[in-house]
């Protein structure tokens, strides 16, 4: 099963103690993927465009406890025109009276991913979407999560407006406001997990190109070293980097500080450095 999947199955688990926010989510679920159809004795059947079994199951268990209206019964009369006031034109946005508290804004969103919501793999990506057929409806969603100082934008795809977060600590906010508590956890253990992995490779890739440098330094300095030897003679060099060209040569592999505690005195890296790049300047003019 996909995260995303995951999330949906925990979500539908969730049912509001209070009325109003099951109105809400219902709602949401409703102008988002809800559809009315008509029986041949004109009574109204309702139902919800979803592959998802659980958010199919979610949405019906909200009709049956906010409204008493069981799956596959067609409404008549009064029990008709009641829902038909209540959600009015499913195109629409949601009735904002429905939305004014804090609480029913959760169960909203939570309605909202039930049906039109998704998200990737976190292992790969971080990219949280709902995508909306009628761009009223994704901008009074946009709406929402942007009052909940979350940074929500809307992209045109094809023919569908898709309201997206892709910031790992957004969408990890989102999860916990709509109630997705072990989700939450899970995406925050992925985080980190891949946040040391990243860490571990950048500093894998670090010492990897300090080793390659090193190991150009210390080649270009031999063939100097090498040059000298053949085309001047080291016996013509000051003391000093006679010595050190010597040294070298004998420890190839050994690093700055090593080269220096070799020195008869002993001197630093910043000396042996420096008495390195006297060789290379000698050999460059020997090319020359």
Known sequence: MSFSSKVKEELAKQISN???????????????SGQYGMDKEGGLTVGFQTENESALRKGFTLLKKTYNINAGVALQGEEKQRLLEKFGDLDDVVDPSILKNTCCQRAYLRGAYLVIGSMSDPEKSYHLEF????????????QILRALQMDARIVLRKKYYVVYLKEGAGIVELLGFMGAHVSLMNLENLRILKEMRNSVNRRVNCETANITKTVNAASRQLEDIELLRDKYGLQNLP?????MAEIRLEFPDATLKELGEYLDPPVGKSGVNHRLRKLSEIADRIRI
């Open 18 to 32: 209070t009325k109003h926010c099951q109105i809400a989510e219902l709602s949401a679920m409703m102008h988002f």
């Open 131 to 142: 995508v909306c057929v009628r761009e009223p409806q994704a901008l009074q969603l946009q």
């Open 239 to 243: 003391d000093n980097l006679r010595q």
